[in-house]
């Protein structure tokens, strides 16, 4: 796991035992991260619609539906090709998810608890 650069992993966690799943963040190894998640947004430069050419998420309490709701977001702007930059313990907005294989990772399982879950 890098340290380089920030990442949320999202993790499926399966409660079999109540037939619900849930949709938790994990922290890779970087140094920098606070306790309250927050991520900048902004529409790329080729995009026509300008109505919303950027934006705030916030990850404050790390509970079952505060997460849910977080990843839906971010799950929203990746899809839409949003550039992401999350805000470090220097209170620095880093670029954040912009690695092409995070970004199908994170594609991947957020499209996996969709599934399970019947979201979509």
Known sequence: ???????LIPVIVNDWMQDEAYLFFENNLYPYFTDTVTVKWQATKNLTDSTDAEGIYELTLRNKKNQYEFG???YESLQKGHDLFIKNSKNEF???????D???AFDI???????LTEVY
């Open 1 to 7: 796991m890098t340290k380089e650069y920030p990442l």
């Open 72 to 74: 839906g977001k971010l």
């Open 94 to 100: 880093v670029p954040f998810y912009d690695n092409p």
């Open 102 to 104: 995070d970004i199908s």
């Open 109 to 115: 399982t957020i499209r996996d608890y969709y599934r």
